[in-house]
């Protein structure tokens, strides 16, 4: 039951991906390509993960993993450059700052690195049973808790969510990572956080539409 929980909340992340891209097709933005890389690779992370009840633990079950991990290593932090050029685009004075985009991006590649050291150059796949769902974990921890990533891609989002708010009375950057703040510090429920995803995909592919329609109409 669990695992089509997985299914359901992939389904939705699709179709989040199909709607922005079709917007992204009409009203492209660079900012706007690198939401979609998240949201279908979120959409990968959960059908990877609900394959485990079908496949069981195998290489092809583990082989699958591989790519969530490398996903969640590369494209996570690129949320930080994307919610910054949304705010670029609703006009944010400080956000046209070249000296504030280089910082955000900088921030950004750090994080990447860092993710690419723990969860691809040192990824140690076991297998880990919870509540009935099958996946396999990295066994290797740089430091411990949460991934700091994807926390403080997270943090940096609910920022700019409240100035987004603020300057273009659009509250769902926000509300949307708040959600997914919240769900990723309930632990010991396996789906949770994955839900938590749904908002904060939601927030940006609508948040990004929203500022481009404004912007060019």
């Known amino acids: 039951m669990i695992n089509l929980i997985f299914i359901v909340v992939g389904l939705i992340q699709l179709g989040i991906a199909i709607t922005g891209t079709r917007y992204t097709r009409k009203y492209f933005s660079s900012y706007a390509v690198l939401i979609l890389g998240v949201v279908y690779g979120l959409t990968y992370d959960n059908l990877a993960i609900s394959a485990g009840a079908l496949l069981g633990e ?16 590369l494209f996570t932090p690129t949320m930080i450059i994307s919610a910054f050029g949304i705010l670029r685009l ?27 050291y ?39 989002l609910l920022i700019f969510g409240v100035v987004l708010w603020r ?10 990572s708040l959600l997914m703040f919240i769900t990723a510090g309930i632990m010991g429920v396996p789906f949770i956080a994955n839900i938590g995803e749904i908002g904060i995909a ?15 109409t």
């Not at 921890?141 to 926390?151: T, V």
């Open 202 to 216: 939601g927030g940006m592919v609508t948040s990004i539409i929203r500022v481009k329609m404004i912007r060019e």
């Open 90 to 116: 609703a006009g944010v004075r400080w956000a046209q700052s070249k000296v504030w985009h280089t910082v955000i991006c900088l921030i950004a590649t750090l994080l990447i690195g860092y993710g690419v």
């Open 118 to 156: 723990v969860d691809i150059l040192n990824l140690n796949l076991v297998p880990q049973q919870q509540m009935g769902v099958l996946r396999y974990v990295n066994d290797f921890h740089l430091i411990p808790g949460p991934p700091l990533p994807a926390i403080l891609t997270i943090i940096f």
């Open 167 to 176: 300057q273009a009375k659009w509250p769902w950057l926000f509300l949307g």
């Open 58 to 73: 195998s290489e092809l079950t583990k082989a699958l993993s591989w790519p969530r991990y490398a996903i969640h290593a």
